[in-house]
Nanobody, 126 residues
Framework: QVQLVESGGGLVQAGGSLRLSCATSGYTFSSYPMGWFRQAPGKEREFVAA????????NYADSVKGRFTISRDNTKNTVYLQMNSLKPEDTAVYYC???????????????????WGQGTQVTVSS
């Protein structure tokens, strides 16, 4: 079955960096776009970044544009989220996600994704 496993979260000071990884298995990773979402306490899960199946198209939420970079390695079935210049408001549980169908585009809506990892906690101290 499809499995997504995030890692790389932790505690970092404001201005610092973290790199999240999402290792996948159980499907043809290279045929699917991928996304990262986050959920802060008491808030809805929100879109962070998306990447198409070849890695040539990326999209970002305005709040992270210029600071975060999504990438993928189709030989390792892994998607990454490089987070720089972190702010306290970036504190959240971060999830990677895959849609139900293999497509060429990218998706921004939570409802467009069918498979989710367990999440990894990112805490940014001020």
């Amino acid at each position: 079955q499809v499995q997504l496993v995030e890692s790389g979260g932790g505690l970092v000071q404001a201005g610092g960096s973290l790199r999240l990884s999402c290792a996948t298995s159980g499907y043809t990773f290279s045929s699917y776009p991928m996304g990262w979402f986050r959920q802060a306490p008491g808030k809805e899960r929100e879109f962070v970044a998306a990447i198409n199946r070849s890695g040539t198209i990326t999209n970002y939420a305005d709040s992270v544009k210029g600071r975060f970079t999504i990438s993928r390695d189709n030989t390792k079935n892994t998607v990454y989220l490089q987070m720089n210049s972190l702010k306290p408001e970036d504190t959240a549980v971060y999830y990677c996600a895959a849609p139900p169908l293999a497509t060429f585009g990218t998706y921004h809506q939570r409802s467009e994704y069918a498979y989710w990892g367990q999440g990894t906690q990112v805490t940014v101290s001020s």
